[in-house]
C-alpha cells in the first residue's frame, strides 16, 4: 500500500489486516509514556482545505505517538489566500521534506491528483462526496469491538446518504467484510446511481430498525446542499431521528455508531447520545489507534509494537463484546 485514497483501493483482507494490527497501537496509548519509535524520523503534513476537529487532531495525535514529525498547514492563514494553486503548495511542503500528506478537500479526486505531483505518500482525509477511508475503518474496528466478525451482519446507515463521503467508504468497508447495508433516507437523500450500489433501500425508519445488528446515523450535511431537500429539519427529526423510542426499538444490545459532529435534535434526540449503546465516543478513541496502524503500513517498517502473533480481529471483538 503506497497510498490510502479509497475503501475501493483495499480488499476485505486489507481491511482485515488493519483490523489485525489496530488492537497494539491501541495499547500504546495506555503506557506512562503513549509512544513508540516506529516512525522516528519521518514527518506527516497536514493539509486541511475544509474545517476539521476530530480527524485532523486525531492524525497529529496518532504522527505523534509513533514518533513521527508533523507538519500542520493552516490552510486558512496560508499563501492559499494569496491564490497560490494546490500543486504549488503541496510541492511546496514537499520541499521542506515530508514523507506523508494528510488531505482533506471539499473537490473529489484531490488525493488522486496530489499521488501524480507528489513522492509522498498521499493520505485521504475527505474529498467532497467521494470517500473518507480511514473513518470506514474506524467504524469497521469499533463495529468488531461490538458484534464481532461482521459477515451476516445488517447495518442500518441513516440520514443524509447523497452528499455523505462516509456513507459511501463505510458501504464498501462494510459489505467487503461480508454484512449486509440498508440505507435509510428520503429519496430527495438518497444517490441518482444508488441502484448500482450493493445495498437495499427503505425509507420507512421505523420499518428498517425492526431487523438491523448496527445503525449508524448520518449528520444533515448542510454545508454541501444547494437547495432544500427536505421540508424541514424538523419534519427529518420525526421521520429518520433516533429518538429514545427507537433506540429502545432497535434494542439496548445494537450499537448505534456517528462521525460527528452531530446535531443533537435532529439527526439524534439530545438525550440519545447518553445511551450506553451509543458508540461515539469509542469511535473517536479508536480513530487514533487506526489511524496509528493506516500510518504505520504506509511509512514504517518490521512488526508493529507489542503486536499479539497470530491475532485475530474477530475474535478478540467477540471476547470485548462478550465481556462488555
Not at 120 to 134: E, K, R
Request: glycine share 6%; aromatic share 4%; net charge negative.
Amino acid at each position: 500500500m503506497n497510498h490510502l485514497l479509497s475503501i475501493d483501493d483495499l480488499t476485505g483482507d486489507d481491511i482485515r489486516e488493519v483490523l489485525r494490527i489496530t488492537p497494539s497501537f491501541a495499547e500504546v496509548a495506555q503506557r506512562r509514556i503513549a509512544k513508540v519509535p516506529a516512525l522516528r524520523g519521518q514527518t506527516v503534513a497536514l493539509l486541511f482545505y475544509e474545517d476539521s476537529t476530530r480527524t485532523r487532531l486525531s492524525f497529529e495525535v496518532a504522527a505523534k505517538r509513533l514518533s513521527a514529525d508533523t507538519l500542520n498547514v493552516s490552510v486558512s492563514s496560508s499563501s492559499v489566500n494569496k491564490g497560490e494553486s494546490l500543486r504549488d503548495t503541496a510541492e511546496t511542503i514537499e520541499a521542506m521534506g515530508i514523507d506523508a500528506v494528510v488531505v482533506r478537500h471539499r473537490s473529489s479526486g484531490v488525493p488522486l491528483q496530489l499521488t501524480r505531483w507528489l513522492d509522498a505518500a498521499v493520505l485521504n482525509a475527505g474529498d467532497g462526496w467521494h470517500q473518507h477511508p480511514t473513518q470506514a475503518l474506524i467504524d469497521c474496528h469499533t463495529l468488531h469491538q461490538q458484534l464481532g466478525d461482521l459477515s451476516g451482519s445488517r447495518i442500518a446507515i441513516v440520514g443524509d446518504i447523497k452528499h455523505s463521503r462516509v456513507a459511501r467508504s463505510n458501504v464498501a468497508a462494510f459489505t467487503k467484510l461480508g454484512a449486509s447495508v440498508v440505507l435509510v433516507a428520503p429519496p430527495t437523500l438518497l444517490p441518482a446511481a444508488v441502484s448500482t450500489w450493493p445495498v437495499t433501500v427503505e425509507t420507512n425508519m421505523d420499518a428498517a430498525m425492526a431487523s438491523v445488528d448496527a445503525v449508524y446515523l448520518l449528520r444533515m450535511q448542510r454545508e454541501r446542499q444547494n437547495s432544500a431537500f427536505v421540508p424541514d429539519l424538523r419534519e427529518y427529526a420525526i421521520r429518520y431521528g433516533m429518538t429514545s423510542a427507537r433506540a429502545a426499538l432497535v434494542g439496548p444490545d445494537v450499537p448505534i455508531l456517528h462521525p460527528g459532529p452531530m446535531n443533537r435534535g435532529v439527526e439524534i434526540a439530545a438525550a440519545v447520545p447518553d445511551l450506553d449503546q451509543v458508540v461515539v465516543i469509542d469511535q473517536v478513541r479508536n480513530g487514533v489507534a487506526v489511524r496509528m496502524a493506516v500510518l504505520f503500513l504506509l511509512l514504517g517498517s518490521g512488526p508493529p509494537p507489542e503486536l499479539p502473533i497470530a491475532s485475530d480481529p474477530s475474535s478478540e471483538a467477540a471476547t470485548s463484546a462478550t465481556s462488555t
